[in-house]
């Protein structure tokens, strides 16, 4: 392999991995603040202790999300310098802001969160969950705006003296089409991640652990109100996606022809719910079919037109091939890997529609203060919070892969965007050690996780209720609630 091939496996290993803790860390902090404030409402326990249970697991997941994502903004200038030299000035610009509004909203709050449990007001405190959670939208908005410049570039002009992009419009890279739609379709698929998390562990415990009724209540409320989260996200997913995908259609044909493998244009277009074929998937065997379902995903319409990969091959060689000795041209074959297109973009699909149909699953047999059984049931809840977190790693792999070969959709190709100076052994040593290194964390993660979720949420007696308003002693040390 050259380096190319490594640093692109790098990236993509890191990047997936990360990727696995950003919904939980989003889904998660909504919830908590859910819980905290119906404690502060209600002054019932049972919400303070779900609350304080759950918020100790999604401290777990962000310090590990934390660690993993610092390695995501160097691999930038580590392996791929010709790509931040090009578009430095419009990427960094969004990627500057995240690091120095929305992580520092972050984790100032959910430091005074962690710390202010019995010297803040209870109404206070709940309020710095929903400003670390808060945090975690606009970190993911302006991370987006940056993703959504690669896939649809606009607000720029290229200096062909310096050979860079130049951002000329904020607001157009802020506001860009793909961003969007991509933000709420993330933001929606993220809650279903936290709540679906949220559904495991307490179906867990409300099954296995749950030894009186207290418990039992405690937990049952848990596994319903994140189920109903699951649900209703669900349907948020499905409706954003439909969006998203006419938007992606517009701007990025080839991506649709290629989840199809849609070699010729057609009009109207079938959606194949399963195909068995070649394996460059050139070739189609066997597949089962929904008619005019294609045609109404890309255009909105039964009978709208759906143009082929062939035809998009044809156009973009004659569009971006024109000019061979542009730097940031690279003529050849426009096409991603069609079979790794097609399958992603189904798995992410097959996954979110199935764990929704397990919250629907789960609220129907704990409905009316019933306690559920049944080795199916259990297997099918404690497989949930894989179902969507595993979708958002299939979706994020059709939409980075279905962009190759361009590293910025029309201006750069991937194979322009890797460091010329990193050897191969250069880059192999760094994606050896990274990789080691998250399976470390992987363990630690998991460990801690497994661990905190097998003791469950702790009692609180009366004399532990944190305060309404708490005295203002300023001598009195911080105290950490964990």
Known sequence: MDTLDIARWQFAITTVYHFMFVPITIGLSAIVAGYETAWVRTRNPQWLRLTRFFGKLFLINFAIGVVTGIVQEFQFGMNWSDYSRFVGDVFGAPLAIEGLLAFFLESTFLGLWIFGWDRLPARLHAACMWLVHLGTLFSAYFILAANSFMQNPVGYRYDAETGRAEMTDFAAVMFNKVQLVTFPHTVLAAYMTGAAFVVGVAFWQLVRKARDEEDRS????????????????????????????????????????????????????????????????????????????????????????????????????????????????????????????????????????????????????????????????????????????????????????????????????????????????????????????????????????????????????DDDLPPQRPDHDPDRPLAFAY
């Open 218 to 461: 405690m937990y049952r409320s848990a596994v319903r109100s994140a189920a109903a989260v699951v649900l209703v996200a669900g349907v948020g997913v499905t409706i954003s996606g439909d969006f998203q995908g006419k938007v992606m259609t517009e701007v990025q044909p080839m991506k649709m022809a290629a989840a199809e493998a849609l070699y010729e244009t057609e009009q109207p277009a079938d959606f194949s719910v399963f195909t068995v074929g070649s394996l460059d998937g050139s070739e189609e065997r066997f597949a089962i079919k929904v008619p005019r379902l294609l045609s109404f995903l890309a255009t909105g319409d039964l009978e709208g037109e759906v143009v082929g990969i062939d035809e998009l091959r044809e156009q973009y060689a004659e569009e971006y091939g024109s000019d061979p000795g542009a730097a940031y041209y690279s003529p050849g074959d426009y096409t991603p890997v069609i079979p790794l297109t097609y399958w992603t973009f189904r798995l992410m699909m097959g996954l979110g529609m199935a764990a929704a149909a397990i919250a629907v699953w789960v609220l129907w047999a704990t409905r009316a203060g019933r306690t559920p059984r049944g080795r199916w049931l259990m297997t099918a809840a404690l497989a949930l919070p894989f179902l969507p977190l595993f979708a958002n790693s299939f979706g994020w792999i059709f939409t980075e892969m279905g962009r190759q070969p361009w590293a910025v959709f029309g201006l750069m190709t991937t194979q322009n965007a890797v460091s010329p100076s990193v050897s191969p052994t250069e880059a192999l040593v760094s994606l050896v050690v990274l990789t080691l290194l998250y399976g470390v964390l992987a363990v630690i993660e998991v460990k801690l996780l497994l661990g905190y979720a097998r003791h469950g949420a702790d009692k609180v007696e």
